[in-house]
């Protein structure tokens, strides 16, 4: 029986031909990509002008968010069973994170009294969904794509609430990059044969950029709707780096009433 820690012992493989460039890489494309999404996701330039964006980006994203891209760039270097594993609980963990923080009160289950009851219920829910995950690893991947579906759920749900055509401009953005973003998946997984047929299988390695650059337009989405819950006396605002007029912009959340220390 191979180690879980052997080059290719993962039980799924990306379309990409394995160890073509380097005799250390398996994923040549994946790898250097992965990396370069990890430039885009850890950049926090534009929060620069608010603290408390600033620290909620750092309490819930740059850790976990930090370990899902270095054990996503291993498991494409190996393709290991350990890496594959690393890869999606990191991210499964990254998620309940921002769920425990930043889901809005307003949504929590009836029997729920407290932030407090509802990170006990993400915390065991996440452990049992945890343990699952060992059983068949190679829908770990297709369970995970499908949270994105309860995201843009509650931010169709939040957009009803709001007449900001920032708001809404910043939303539509991240959901035309999640397209594209899975689109690029779905085609990696599903039509690999004809991709390696035109000599083209580098779907996976463009969603890597594009699940990168829908998440820096979600990441500030999902900051302002939280201070407008918890802080609205801060008045946030979205606004775009390096100017409104460009067509790619990068979104962060401004609050109009200074943040002032006692």
């Known amino acids: 029986m191979p180690s879980i820690f052997s080059y ?28 370069i999404s990890n430039l885009l996701y850890g950049s926090g330039e534009p929060l620069r002008d608010s603290l408390l964006s600033l620290a909620l980006w750092a309490l819930v994203s740059a850790k976990p968010g930090l370990l899902a891209c270095i054990f996503s760039t291993y498991f494409h270097m190996t393709l290991s069973y350990v890496g594959q594993l690393l890869d999606e609980l990191s991210i499964l963990w990254a998620l309940a994170a921002a769920y425990s923080f930043w889901y809005p009160k307003v949504y929590f289950p009836k029997f729920i009294k407290s932030r407090k ?11 049992i969904t945890t343990l699952m995950s060992f059983i068949k690893p190679a829908l770990n991947a297709y369970v995970l794509n499908c949270i994105a579906f309860h995201l843009l759920y509650l ?44 000599n083209f299988p580098y779907f ?26 918890e802080l609205p006396s801060f008045k946030p605002k979205i606004r775009y780096w390096p100017s409104d007029s460009w067509f ?10 200074p943040y002032k220390q006692c």
């Not at 790619?248 to 009433?257: F, G, I, Q, R, T």
């Open 248 to 257: 790619v912009v990068v979104p962060y959340v401004a609050l109009e009433k």
């Open 117 to 127: 009851h509802f990170f006990w219920l993400s915390g065991v829910t996440t452990l």
């Open 155 to 198: 931010t169709w749900r939040e957009l009803k609430k709001c007449n900001d055509k920032r708001v809404h401009r910043t939303a539509a953005a991240m959901v035309v990059w999640w397209v594209l973003a899975i689109s690029s998946w779905i085609s990696d997984r599903w039509l690999c044969g004809f991709w390696q047929a035109i």
């Open 8 to 35: 290719e012992s993962a039980e799924i493989d990306w379309c990409e031909g394995n160890f073509e460039h380097s005799a250390i890489i398996a994923e040549y494309y994946n790898t250097v990509r992965r990396a």
């Open 204 to 229: 996976h390695s463009f969603w890597h950029v594009l699940i990168a650059m829908s998440l820096l337009y979600c990441c500030p989405l999902v900051i302002y709707f939280d201070v407008n819950y």
